[in-house]
């Protein structure tokens, strides 16, 4: 029977302004969940509120019977991983050293570092600062720190963010066959509806911080759902292009 990530009437406030309202949702793992909505919709604020990163929430989220709001940070750790859209590139690691600096994390992870450089192809620069990298292999490099981190739940905000449309593609494989073959829960927002059309086992569509509708990726990604979920919404055309 697979696991759940199960999100239970969720609100989140950030000072004074209500972001995420009764937000209730549940999605099996393994499997490549995309988040899809306009810029504002709280799509990063409710990765990090399942993340537990946020002061002013209510509500539950759990998964393997763990309400991963109420527990300790090393023990969140254990169980989820989190690859922010920017990562701080101007800290003196390279990309061993980041990726070492990731699984001390998770002190459960067996997974060794050199195997996740070699399936991300990332060992020629290995020994190269994290400042040094072009984008796209600045983001290979922060997913690879999720792997070594060793946790059955991973979140990824805009992980194809600044990326060229074959590297987008590159990035929506991978995530797709560590979903599939490392039996994981990957949930991360997207900006194309098309690549979640084609790469995703559900689609979670956000607009104005409330689950506007979830479920097949073919049905969420139609032209009628999109035109709802951008209506109003000067980033539409980019979105759905």
Do not use: W
Request: glycine share 6%; net charge negative; charged share 25%.
């Amino acid at each position: 029977m697979p696991e759940h990530l199960i999100l239970h009437d969720c609100s989140a406030r950030l000072e004074r302004r209500t972001i995420l309202s009764d937000v209730s949702l549940e999605l099996a793992s393994p499997g490549l969940h995309c988040l899809i909505g306009s810029n504002g919709a709280g799509k990063t604020t409710l990765l990090r509120l399942i993340c537990g990163l946020l002061e002013q929430v209510s509500g539950e989220v759990s998964f393997r019977e763990t309400d991963l709001l109420r527990i300790r940070a090393a023990q969140r750790a254990s169980l989820l991983s989190y690859v922010p859209q920017i990562a701080d590139a101007g800290v003196a690691l390279s990309v061993y050293e980041a990726l070492e600096v990731a699984r001390m994390a998770n002190p459960a992870s067996q997974v060794d570092p050199e195997s996740i450089l070699r399936r991300l192809n990332l060992r020629e620069l290995a020994a190269r600062p994290l400042s040094r990298l072009s984008g796209g292999e600045l983001k290979r490099a922060m997913l690879a720190q999720a792997l070594v981190q060793d946790t059955p739940l991973m979140l990824l905000d805009e992980p194809t963010a600044h990326l060229d449309p074959p590297a987008r593609v590159e990035v929506l494989q991978l995530l797709q066959e560590i979903a599939r073959q490392d039996r994981k829960l990957v949930l991360c927002s997207l900006h194309y509806p098309d690549l979640a059309a084609q790469y995703a086992d559900s689609v979670i569509l956000l607009r104005e911080g409330r689950i506007m509708a979830s479920g097949d990726p073919l049905e969420m990604t139609g032209a009628e759902m999109l035109a709802e979920l951008y209506a109003g919404s000067t980033d539409r055309l980019e979105a759905a292009s």
